[in-house]
């Protein structure tokens, strides 16, 4: 079985309080991969609740993905 999996930065509003910078978050994600080999990254993005930035296309981008595997188009 294959796991979709979407990484989702959130509080992008709070820029100068970060503490993981987006590589460090894809470098990590990498060492996942390897001991997860039916992981299967989608995309990394960054997301503000706070003012709605990016919140949906981060359940829209894993969800197209999904149903594309599953050979549904939209």
Same mark, same amino acid.
């Given at each position: #079985?294959?796991?979709?999996?979407? %990484?989702?930065? #959130? ?13 460090? /978050? %894809? ?11 039916? %992981?299967? +990254? ?6 503000? /609740?706070?003012?709605?930035? #990016? ?6 981008? %894993?969800?197209?993905? +999904? ?8």
């Amino acid at each position: #079985n294959i796991v979709h999996c979407v %990484l989702v930065g #959130n509080k992008l509003d709070l820029e100068d309080l970060r503490v993981v910078e987006k590589d460090q /978050a %894809l470098k990590e994600l990498k060492k996942m991969q390897k001991s997860f080999p039916n %992981l299967k +990254f989608i995309s990394y993005i960054e997301t503000s /609740a706070l003012n709605n930035t #990016n919140v949906e296309s981060s359940f829209t981008d %894993l969800t197209k993905e +999904f149903l594309k595997y599953k050979g549904i188009t939209i």
